[in-house]
């Protein structure tokens, strides 16, 4: 019974140590965000809300963005990898599926991505995040 029990206690240890790689490390930018308000800055007009049901899901160094609105087929999802700042949000490349094929960052124009991908993040909590192109602010709640 010794024996188990020390190599249950090996075997506990080694898995702890072996998913330490893979933690979230991206703090309250990680998770299920809903698009709440899109609002065109030069008119001030409300593009979309949450009634568009666009989410933007953050987990390791991976988004998913997910949207009736994409175009490519109903509930389309799309997935991307990203890097931040303390101020800026980068989109990479953007696939169709995990591994499928690469697609023009265009396609998520839809829901609220420029063309070169890039946001400002002008608020960031466990609660709300603001992102910022020179057209349009993006507000979004954490789902």
């Known amino acids: 019974m010794k024996q188990f029990f020390k190599f ?13 790689d893979k933690m979230e490390d991206n703090g309250d930018f990680a998770g ?6 899109w609002k065109h800055l030069p008119d001030g007009t409300i593009v979309k809300d949450k009634n568009n049901r666009i989410f933007y899901s953050v987990q390791l160094d991976l988004m998913q963005f997910k949207g009736d609105t994409i ?17 800026t949000l980068y989109i990479g490349t953007v696939f169709y599926g995990i591994k499928d094929s690469i697609v023009d960052i265009d396609n998520l124009a839809p829901l609220g991505v420029p063309a070169d991908g890039k946001f400002a993040i002008d608020r960031l909590n466990k609660h709300a995040m ?7 602010v993006l507000t979004f709640r954490k789902y």
């Open 8 to 20: 249950f206690i090996l075997f506990v240890l080694l898995q702890t140590l072996c998913a330490c």
């Open 32 to 37: 299920l965000w809903q698009l709440t308000e």
């Open 130 to 136: 603001v992102l910022r192109t020179d057209e349009a």
């Open 71 to 87: 175009g490519l087929n109903a509930n389309s999802r799309l997935i991307s990898r990203f890097r931040r700042t303390a101020d």
